[in-house]
């Protein structure tokens, strides 16, 4: 079972960036899938999260009207599109797919949001 994800880097306040996150080794189209982040000396957090199907989606308030995930189960990949971003938005960002008992998280991905 592999989840990797890619896409972070450095962008100025108010840029924006698209995080990927590849599924393998297991059947992608039957996990929920997730996006959670954790800045230094605070806790992970959950950002986005997405149904089987792709037709509901949950943000974090912090994140309302500037991140949108989305997901393609043919492609084995779901996005975390960034807008707008602000400095609070430094973190490394995982991937997380589950169901039921089963869970498995991405190595993670540092997004520096930074002028």
């Known amino acids: 079972v592999q989840v990797v994800e890619s896409g972070g880097g450095l962008v100025q306040p108010g840029g924006s960036l698209k995080l990927s996150c590849s599924g393998s080794?297991?059947?992608?189209?039957?996990?929920?899938m997730s996006w959670h982040r954790q800045a230094p000396g605070k806790e992970r957090e959950l950002v986005a999260s997405?149904?089987?199907?792709?037709?509901?989606?949950n943000y974090a308030d912090s994140v309302k009207g500037r991140f949108t995930i989305s997901r393609d189960n043919a492609k084995n990949t779901v996005w975390l599109q960034m807008n707008s971003l602000k400095p609070e938005d430094t973190a490394v960002y995982y991937c997380?797919?589950?169901?039921?008992?089963?869970?498995?998280w991405g190595q993670g991905t540092q997004v520096t949001v930074s002028s």
């Open positions: 997405i149904n089987i199907g792709g037709t509901i989606t």
């Open positions: 997380k797919s589950w169901r039921t008992t089963q869970e498995y």
């Open positions: 080794g297991f059947t992608f189209s039957n996990y929920v």
